[in-house]
Structure formats: C-alpha cells, structure tokens
C-alpha cells in the first residue's frame, strides 16, 4: 500500500511541477520588489500570493472560508477580541454583564468607518440583527433575541439572549462576528460582499475578477499605524507557483506554501518561513442525506477503509499532526479518549456486503483545486478501490467548491474547518447542528436528536464541567456517526522574501497584515 502511495504522489509531483513551469504568471508592476521605491524612499507596498479567489468579502455574503477571510480580516473589526490566552478584551466597545442574560456594550468613542462615517451603536445592534437572520452567521449571534435589542443612545446599546450564552462573548471574536456598517449595507445589499467598508487598518480598493484584489491603509484607522501602505492579493491557486512568484520576487509573501516546498523556501538564504499551528482541520467528510451516505453503516465501512496515517505521512510527507477529533488538541473539551480509527480494509470490505454492497459501488469525491486536496482525493481513490468502491475525482475551483459542499451537491468532500474562537461552540454549532445545513456549515448534513440536545447543553449550561462532559460526548457521537474522518491539524506556512522583518504566525493573528513589519 505504500508502494502504491508513494507511486501516485510521484505522477502528481512530476505533473504539478511541469505545469507550475509552463503557467509561472508575469511580473507585477503595481509594487515592485525591494526596500526601496524608484525615488529612493522605502517600498511599503507588498503583494501577497493567496491560495485562490475569495468566495465574497462580508461574512454575511459566503466569507466564512480561509481564502476569503485572509483578505476580509484586513477590511472589518471585530466588536470584541481575544488574546492568546483567550481572554476577552474590548476592541470596538467596552462589555459589561448585567447578568446571566443581559449584556451592555459601550461603543469606544471616535472610531471611524472607511466612508468617514463613525461607527455607533446602531451599526452594531443592524449586525447582530442581520447576524440572527442570516443561515451562515447564525451559529454565532442565534443565541441573542433580535426583538430585545435596546440602543441607549447612540454610544451604548443592552443586548439580551433567550436563555444564558456562555460562550457569546467568545463567539463575538471570531472573523465572521465582523461589525457592519448599517447605511452602507442596507444600500448595497449583497454589494457589500464584492466592495466592502469596515473600521479595520485596510480600505478596499478595486477587485478585478480572476487576477486580483487590492487594498490600502486607512489613514483613519483606530489602532496603531500598520506598516504596509498598500496590498495586493493575488491568486494564485497552484502552490508551486506560489513558491515561484516568491522566488522570483513578484511577490513577498506567499500563503498555505506546500509541504513538498518547505525545506525549498526555509533553505533559501533570501527567503524566510514563517510557521504555526492553526486551529483548523483538515478532514474528508461524507453527504449524510445522499445515498449511500445516508447510510450509517456505509460511512463506517469506507472510514474503516481510509489508511489516515498512509495519507498524512504521504501528502504532508511526514510533518504533518494526525487528527482524531474534529477540533485541534489545543482546544477547550478536547477529547483525548477517542483513539485513531483504525485502518482495516479487509473488515470495510465486509462490512460494505453487510450494508448490501456486495459489489462495491461508484461514488465522487468532490475538491477544489488546491494541491494538497488533490493528492488526499488522489490517495484516497487508489484506497477505496482496494474495497471494490470505484470514485471519480471532481476538481473544481475553490468558490465553486465552497457553493457545492453548502447546496449539498457532494457526495465525498475534502475541506478544512477551523475553530475561529477561543470556544468549540463555534465549530459544533455550525457544522454537526441540524438547523445549519448547508450554508450553515453543516456540509455533511448530519442531523442528530442526540448530537441537537448536547449542543443545546453546552449553548446554556453555566456549568463549565456540564459543557465539557456534552462537547466531549459530541465529538464521540460525530467518531461513531462518521460524518466526517479527521486527517490532520493544519499548520500555517507563510513564504516571506528579504523585505519582511516579521510577522506573528498564531492561529489568530497569522492573516493579519498590519501584524507585518518591514525592513
């Protein structure tokens, strides 16, 4: 069997490598490379390889993916932020709990929106309105009651839940709980997903379709003064070249740099690596409303048949973090007693006859573009062949990917999710929770009475040792029901050329580019 992988990563290797060659894009003339510009003064302007085209650029338009908030998280604030030890600080407003459903936030005084406009209370009480309406944010503001709501004044509004949400104010960190501009967007609509305001240290600037977005600094910006003055975000899907462009100079970062490219860019003398954990896994994951998913018994075989340590060692050639759970061991109510699922195809293939699939059967894996994707679904057709299930690989680019898994298209997927918040409610609410599917984030479309009533405990419960037992009871549900197979925790590789003094890579901050010192 790994004879047989190591084979097939050859024949992509050697192909993607050919190709990358052939495609190497042209130079970039909008920031040249270097310290300095053309009148002798230091270039502050930086191009970014980005590892696709984002899906939109508000949370609330289909931003929720990686790609997209890369870019997003530049542009918006979030109302409150947390540290790396997860403690909530006041980023927008100050918070205070009145109790166990009642909160008042105070809206920090002078800050500013992108149009010159400043940002008050009301901006803040439209998004969680929106938030609560809308199936892609849902997971984060459905515990607040839209009809209690209350603006104060223009500076302070009192916010209640229906019933304690003790993980609401963790929630109100992550990227996709970005504050919106009500005027702005209440005149655009679904425009603000393609040309955005926010409050945050970047302003947007154009979008061209296909190649590029652009954006600059905000002189306006409420925090401290970023470095960079000006960023354009290329795509560029095929990782090799990635690493090229950043070679080359074209650009001076790159992200999501391939593991075959590591040791190529950390030996290179101009280059530097910048590297971390993120709080994202990697995971192929099943249609559980599809036949012959919707198959308990089916699910279980073929993840039975999936060799996980053969497609980790492989794909990330042996650096990369086996995952058991769907969220990474840093995270709060990890549990550490559900074990590798062991790699058993023999057994998978009777099993299989034993669900009535004596004959095997024709399935699809569905993946976008981005290499490593590509060789999972690569790896795991030669699998699953070996059980007599004969799957067709479909590689779509990677918006196309992200509307197929949330309408249900899929049959097979790989996909990444991450825990964008110091709390798993984030993660669980969105996809093993029956009323997200879909755009929700429920792509799996798992609907579980059980799986329902733990995510409801761990939603209310004050109890911190009630939550821990129902999330940890959650990730043993979603182990036996197979909705997804956990691969690997991912890990951040950003490129950076010689111009690039510094950037914290943390599963918080790693995409932030006012983070990015210059020389």
Not at 182 to 198: F, L, M, Q, W
Not at 249 to 257: F, N
Not at 466 to 477: D, F, G, L, P, V
Not at 482 to 507: F, Q
Request: with cysteine.
């Amino acid at each position: 069997m790994n004879k047989n992988i190591r084979r097939i990563l050859s024949a992509v290797l050697s192909l993607a490598m050919t190709l990358s060659l052939a495609a190497c894009g042209e130079k970039n003339s909008s920031a040249q490379p270097g310290s300095t510009g053309a009148d002798g003064e230091k270039n502050t302007e930086l191009n970014v390889a980005l590892a696709g085209e984002p899906n939109a650029l508000d949370p609330m338009c289909g931003a929720t993916d990686r790609t997209s908030s890369a870019v997003y998280n530049n542009i918006y604030d979030t109302l409150l932020v947390a540290d790396e030890k997860g403690n909530i600080l006041p980023n927008l407003a100050e918070y205070e709990l009145i109790n166990d459903t009642t909160y008042e936030f105070k809206v920090i005084k002078g800050i500013k929106w992108h149009n010159g406009d400043e940002l008050k209370a009301n901006d803040i009480a439209f998004t969680m309105k929106k938030g609560c309406e809308t199936a892609i944010t849902k997971y984060i503001w459905g515990a607040i009651d839209p009809d209690r709501i209350e603006i104060i004044d223009e500076y302070t509004l009192r916010v209640s839940t229906f019933e304690p949400a003790p993980a609401l104010l963790a929630l109100m960190t992550a990227l996709p709980a970005s504050i919106l501009n009500e005027k702005y967007v209440t005149e655009v609509g679904d425009g603000s997903g393609t040309a955005p305001i926010g409050t945050g240290p970047y302003k947007f600037v154009e979008w061209s379709r296909g190649n590029s977005i652009t954006l600059e600094r905000f002189d306006d910006y409420h925090g401290e003064t970023p470095d960079v003055s000006k960023v354009v975000f290329r795509f560029i899907p095929e990782a090799t070249n990635r690493t090229i462009e950043l070679e080359s100079g074209i650009c001076d970062l790159a992200y999501e740099i391939q593991t075959s490219d590591l040791s190529r860019v950390a030996d290179n003398p101009d280059l530097t690596l910048f590297s971390g954990i993120s709080n994202s896994v990697r995971y192929i994951g099943f249609n559980c409303q599809k036949a012959p998913f919707d198959n308990v018994a089916v699910r279980q075989a073929i993840a039975s048949a999936i060799n996980i340590e053969g497609i980790v060692n492989a794909v990330k050639m042996g650096k990369g973090v086996v995952a058991t759970n769907p969220i990474a061991p840093d995270i709060k109510y990890f549990n550490d007693d559900i074990k590798l699922r062991p790699y058993n195809p023999e057994g998978a293939k009777a099993a299989l006859a034993a669900a009535g699939y004596s004959n095997g059967l024709s399935t699809t894996i569905w993946v976008d573009e981005q290499k490593e994707r590509v060789d999972i679904a690569t790896i795991l057709q030669s699998q699953l062949a070996e059980i007599g299930v004969n799957a067709e690989i479909k590689v779509s680019e990677w918006s196309s990917h992200v509307t197929a898994c949330y309408n249900g298209d899929i049959d097979i997927y790989i996909f990444s999710w991450s825990c964008a918040c110091p709390d798993p409610s984030i993660i669980f609410n969105s996809v093993f929770n029956s009323a997200m599917l879909g755009q929700g984030g429920n792509c799996s479309r798992i609907v579980d009475d059980r799986i329902d009533e733990l995510l409801s405990i761990g939603n209310t419960s004050m109890d911190e040792s009630e939550r821990e037992s129902a999330y940890k009871e959650i990730q043993q549900r979603v182990y036996d029901l197979v909705p997804w197979v956990p691969l690997w925790v991912d890990t951040i590789e950003i490129g950076a050329n010689a111009r690039i003094d510094s950037m914290p890579v943390t599963a918080t901050t790693a995409w932030s580019i006012k983070n990015v010192i210059l020389k």
